[in-house]
């Protein structure tokens, strides 16, 4: 699966929301999608309504049986466009004879073509290639907490098709000069007096309500499917890692430090898979029904989609493997339940009851052993999140500042290697207001670089002061707040503080904050 | 007098602190309510209070009034309110034999206008028309209107049924939003003790609120706010905000040059709550949101995926660079 290459924004949905990305997909793609649907079913049904003219009824009985064909051709273009590459018309002629004969088209004629969840059980049969037990398998996992929705998709979809087809006949009937609403004239098929011309307008207000509603329909069911798959198999956290391992690998060549970030990131990113794996295998079910078509189901754009046996071979082969799991019949020598009551019977109560104590205490120790697991399980996480930011700075990640950070610059040049010696001078300029700038942004500097906090672009004085608060010594925070105050009466009322306590600040600023480690 | 000096602004804040004190005897918790409906008063502005019943909206109001010894009239606004039963009208005195105008109860210092959105439009229309202009045109005649003049209307949000939410541009005249939260378990239980020990029926104490000031200190104070200092950094920050709202692909419709004004006055009685005659860039931050979330239009899109005006403008906050160095 090259999910690095998916065109949606993958994150948790509602699948009342997941129907709605299949509408958003129809606006994205509409063009292929229409391009597609044009050339195929509305090209059929003209064909099939010139050799059949004399039985309009007919033809909209076949074309609209037919329609499970067209609707593979849909989802093909939608499948593909997912991943960025939607097919061309020739592409999608290429690909008729595959999705005629490897798409389980022959059940979705006959016993299947009733089926309520149609547009969502497609890809399981298109694009998994799934067949049998395997697919109803499949099936029956991805429709655990979405087939109502994919029901009430059909239902829904169904009863437009209708209001359109009657809309659009209802429109042409009122326009058409005669005794307006009473005419039923256009409304004669029911009663078997309509004539030839209004069949054919009939089939043709059909095929517009089916050209408006069924791309919506296959593209809702297919991003039903796609909601489930991504919240079955972290789709969208596998995208994450993989945007984190290239943010790392970009920051990568500027510094060594985020290189190893980054590649501890694709290290989790690699160990993802089989941490899944493990957690799959030890529910087999999962990893039968949910792992293969992981792969498989790649649309693998923009080659011509891969014949369904093909598929099928490589998801057997994936099953196959023991990393997804099998079956292992185990056989072992089980005491009766009978002999173990004998047994118990014929032990002297005295040892009965050192047993019966015995299992209170094992039963006891065990409890006491899983809280005291827990409880240092939580303890260790509550340390590390605290202590977050030492391990930033032994990993190397703050060593190397960035050169500006919100506005301020922050390359070695721009600030001078003894920064109260610098206050000092300017203080002796009659510069209180640089001097206090000196100080305030050294220190900003000396945070970021030795206490790893982070500042945000948008931050003021009062957020610096408060991001600080609990990471730095009290007397250091202390400080800075005092200084934080003499540069805002300073920078904003004009108002500099007087020259000892501008040089008293200075004189205490090396006590809280070091110079910068480039400088040192 | 173009600054103020320390002994001013000492002796400004210490009556604000007074004022404040004396609010928090009967409304417990909910400080920065307090804080940003004093800083409204400051501004000579009006405030929108929006919460679920039963959060205090209406005795803040009654006991921001008892305050000062100013003049305080409440409208209860319900779907038949006429606008001559807010700003008055003329009848015709048999006695007399001449019409005999009859000011309505927004000639006031203090005007409480409670679920303001449950009257219709031109209703509401009567009363900003007063909040904007600070005067009354009764029978071809206009009256000004008492001085301090300042509207709090409240809405509630969650009872949508037969009201009327007021428009973009309606809103706009309102300084600040105020939104009203639940308190915390801590304030409500001791909310709950002090309105129910030794006290019978529901009464919420406005009667322990004593008269502080007069009119004319409230216009005092006023007038210190606007002598508050912004420095031309603050004043672009303020600004940047403003127009950054315009630009966010979360808003359909950002808040437009009164907000950037409503954003400085505010912040200028921010300050002087604070005990500073100067504005710093942390007061508009404090400030934005409610002078802000009324003035922007959240777009359909960050609707659907679950943004709120507060949320947007927060991030919006953090993004926009605070002046440097």
């Given amino acids: ?520 | 007098m173009n600054t103020l000096n320390e002994e001013q602004t000492t002796k400004a804040t210490s009556l604000l602190n007074a004022l404040r004190a004396e609010l928090r005897k009967v409304i417990i918790g909910q400080s920065a309510v307090v804080d940003e409906v004093l800083i409204g008063l400051l501004a000579e502005a009006h405030v929108l209070l929006e919460g679920v019943p039963g959060l205090g909206k209406t005795l803040l109001v009654k006991a921001l009034a008892k305050t000062f010894s100013g003049q305080f009239a409440r409208i209860q606004f319900t779907p038949d309110l006429m606008p001559s039963d807010v700003i008055g009208h003329s009848i015709f005195d048999l006695a007399s034999n001449t019409f005999v105008t009859r000011r309505g109860p927004v000639f006031t210092n203090l005007l409480l206008a409670d679920e303001i959105n449950r009257a219709p439009a031109k209703t509401q229309s009567a009363l900003l028309e007063a909040m904007q202009e600070y005067q009354v045109t009764l029978e071809g005649t206009a009256c000004p209107l008492p001085k301090p003049f300042m509207v709090l209307a409240t809405q509630n949000p969650i009872e949508q049924e037969g009201t009327y939410p007021l428009p973009e541009a309606q809103l706009d005249r309102f300084l600040l939003k105020i939104r009203i939260d639940y308190p915390d378990a801590r304030e409500e239980a001791a909310l709950t003790r002090s309105v129910t020990e030794r006290n019978t029926g529901a009464d919420l104490g406005v009667d322990r609120i004593s008269t502080l000031i007069g009119p004319k200190h409230v216009e005092s104070l006023q007038m210190a706010a606007a002598l508050v200092d912004v420095d031309e950094r603050v004043l672009d920050y303020a600004v940047k905000i403003v127009r950054a709202t315009r630009e966010n692909n979360g808003f359909s419709i950002g808040a437009g040059p009164r907000g950037s004004i409503a954003l400085v006055r505010a912040a200028r009685g921010a300050a002087l709550l604070q005990g500073r005659a100067f504005v710093t860039p942390d007061d508009i931050k404090r400030i934005a949101l409610p002078a802000l979330r009324h003035r922007v239009t959240i777009s359909p899109d960050a609707e659907i995926e679950g943004f709120t005006n507060d949320a947007l403008l927060t991030s919006l906050l953090d993004s926009v660079p605070a002046p440097r160095l």
Wanted: with cysteine.
């Fill in chain 1, 1 to 520: 699966m090259q999910l690095d290459r998916i065109e949606l924004n993958l994150r948790r949905r509602h699948p009342w929301e997941a129907i709605d990305l299949g509408l958003v997909m129809l606006r994205q793609w509409h063009k292929p999608v229409y391009l597609a649907w044009l050339s195929t079913f509305i090209a059929f049904a003209a064909l099939t309504s010139a050799v059949l003219w004399q039985w309009p009824m007919l033809v909209m009985f076949i074309v609209w049986w037919l329609k499970p064909l067209f609707d593979r051709i849909l989802l093909k273009v939608f499948a593909e466009a997912t991943f960025g590459a939607p097919p061309s018309i020739r592409d999608v002629w290429r690909a008729l004879p595959g999705l005629i004969g490897h798409t389980g088209l022959f059940s979705a004629l006959t016993f299947r073509r009733f089926n309520p969840h149609r547009s969502f059980d497609l890809p399981i049969w298109q694009l998994e290639g799934q067949r049998g037990k395997g697919a109803r398998n499949r099936r029956r996992v991805l429709s655990r907490k979405t087939a109502g929705y994919a029901f009430w998709l059909t239902f829904v979809c169904t009863h437009f098709i209708v209001i359109f087809e009657f809309g659009l006949v209802g429109l042409v009937s009122f326009l058409t000069p005669g005794d307006g609403i009473d005419d039923p004239s256009l409304f004669g098929m029911f009663f078997g007096d309509a004539e030839l011309w209004q069949l054919h307008l009939f089939n043709v207000a059909w095929l517009v309500a089916e050209t408006i509603v069924e791309p919506f329909y296959i593209a809702a069911g297919f991003s039903l499917y796609i909601n489930r798959r991504s919240d079955l198999e972290g789709w969208d956290i596998e995208v994450a890692f993989r945007r984190m391992a290239a943010q790392h690998a970009h920051r990568g060549e500027f510094s060594t430090a985020p290189r190893r970030a980054g590649a501890i990131s694709l290290l989790i990113l690699a160990c993802l898979p089989a941490l899944l794996t493990i957690t799959l295998a030890s529910t087999p079910a999962m990893a039968q029904e949910a792992s293969p078509p992981a792969i498989s189901a790649s649309p693998a754009p923009p080659s011509p989609q891969p014949p369904s046996g093909r598929i099928k071979k490589t998801a057997e082969t994936i099953v196959a493997d023991p990393v997804f799991g099998r079956e292992v019949e185990e056989l072992s020598w089980q005491p009766k339940k009978k002999e173990n009551k004998e047994t118990s019977e014929a032990m002297p109560p005295w040892i009965e009851r050192l047993a019966k104590v015995a299992d209170w205490l094992a039963f006891g120790l065990r409890g006491i052993v899983y809280a005291a697991l827990a409880v240092g399980a939580v303890a260790l996480m509550l340390l590390l999140y605290r202590n977050r930011h030492r391990f930033v700075r032994t990993g190397g990640v703050s060593n190397k500042a960035p050169s500006t950070l919100f506005g301020l610059d922050l390359r070695p040049d721009a600030l001078p290697d003894n920064i109260p010696a610098a206050a000092h001078a300017e203080l002796d300029a009659g510069r209180v207001t640089a001097a206090l700038s000196l100080l305030y942004r050294g220190a900003l500097v000396s945070l970021i670089e030795h206490h790893g906090i982070e500042f945000a672009e948008g931050d003021t004085e009062g957020n610096c002061l408060s991001r600080v608060k609990g990471r730095i010594a009290p007397n250091a925070v202390q400080y800075f707040g005092e200084l934080l105050d003499a540069w805002t009466h300073a920078a904003y009322a004009a108002e500099p503080p007087a020259k000892n306590t501008a040089s008293d600040l200075c004189q205490r600023w090396a006590t809280h904050f070091s110079e910068r480690k480039s400088a040192a």
